[in-house]
């Protein structure tokens, strides 16, 4: 039986999950059930294609566990996994496609050594959860600015310390500020390789912006550890960590940061490095909000 040819909708020819498209032409489809009748290397070439297009090597994208409760995998998976290649596989094919079909195909996208899967931009469970996130972010409050922060201190408002909130909440930030000094002051060993599976254990900044990432983290510390912190210092210093954000995420990786081996593994356990710092900077701005709100 040769692969349909018929012409499909916009959400047919997305939907990777229930037909599988040919390399060459994306107008072109088949249906597990066709596959059966498909030759051995034609079985082989759309059971791949298929994987390829709903699975993805969790480096890609997910974030890296916890060093401290890694469990069982070196990734976090929000949108679902760790997937096996044979599991994923043989419950879509088994039946469908011969032994000898799956059983290569298996081998072939396990080829670099990945032997744990995360779900890609297409497949089904991840643009279900996105689509939920998105419903929920639309409710979120966005957090406050620097600018609505400093025209509260401009305007004289009188801060507020010592509730427990507060102090719960001052907490958390100082431990997020302990762990980014760590990561920035942690040496970078060398990267294990294609197809190892496992995140790199640091990274390096340019000397430069290090210095002053950390500099600006332990003004904050600082302040934070008094009963009365001065909040223009602690806003100056977040002021200059937002600037290093926005200038890291416009340059280029390989001139801003150099991690060991390559570009690609700059990431650290939730994410890039800048990511982390501007988690740090909206946290402290969270913190501000709490001691300035006018109320």
Do not use: C
């Not at 059971?47 to 890296?64: G, S």
């Not at 507060?166 to 762990?179: T, V």
């Amino acid at each position: 039986m040769l692969p349909s040819e018929r012409a499909q909708t916009s959400t047919e020819r997305h939907d990777v999950a229930n037909r599988v498209y040919s390399p060459e032409d994306w107008e072109t489809d088949v249906t597990p059930r066709d596959i059966f009748d498909l030759p051995i290397p034609d079985q082989v070439e759309f059971i791949t294609l298929w994987f390829r297009a709903l699975f993805e090597d969790p480096q890609n994208e997910m974030p890296y566990a916890d060093k401290e409760d890694p469990g069982d995998s070196a990734y976090r998976y929000p949108w679902g996994g760790p997937f096996d290649a044979r599991d994923e596989i043989g419950d879509h094919f088994g039946g469908l496609a011969s032994e000898e079909a799956i059983e290569a195909a298996i081998e072939e996208v396990e080829r670099d050594g990945i032997i744990e899967w995360a779900p890609g931009p297409n497949h089904p469970e991840r643009r279900a959860l996105e689509a939920e996130a998105m419903e929920d972010d639309a409710w979120d409050t966005p957090p406050p600015t620097l600018q609505e922060i400093q025209q509260r201190l401009d305007a004289g408002v009188v801060p507020s310390f010592g509730d427990p909130f507060e102090r719960q909440q001052r907490d958390a930030l100082r431990r997020e500020l302990a762990e980014l000094r760590t990561l920035l002051t942690h040496p970078t060993p060398q990267h294990g390789g294609m197809g190892h599976n496992r995140p790199p254990e640091s990274l390096t900044l340019d000397v430069e912006v290090k210095v002053e990432v950390i500099q600006a983290i332990d003004r904050m510390d600082s302040e934070l550890a008094r009963e009365e912190p001065d909040l223009g210092v602690i806003a100056r210093a977040v002021g200059t960590l937002k600037k290093i954000v926005v200038a890291g995420a416009a340059l280029t990786a390989g001139g801003f940061m150099a991690a060991a081996g390559t570009d690609l593994y700059a990431k650290v356990a939730d994410g890039t490095v800048w990511a982390r710092i501007n988690s740090v900077a909206d946290s402290t701005l969270e913190w501000l909000n709490t001691v300035t709100l006018p109320f």
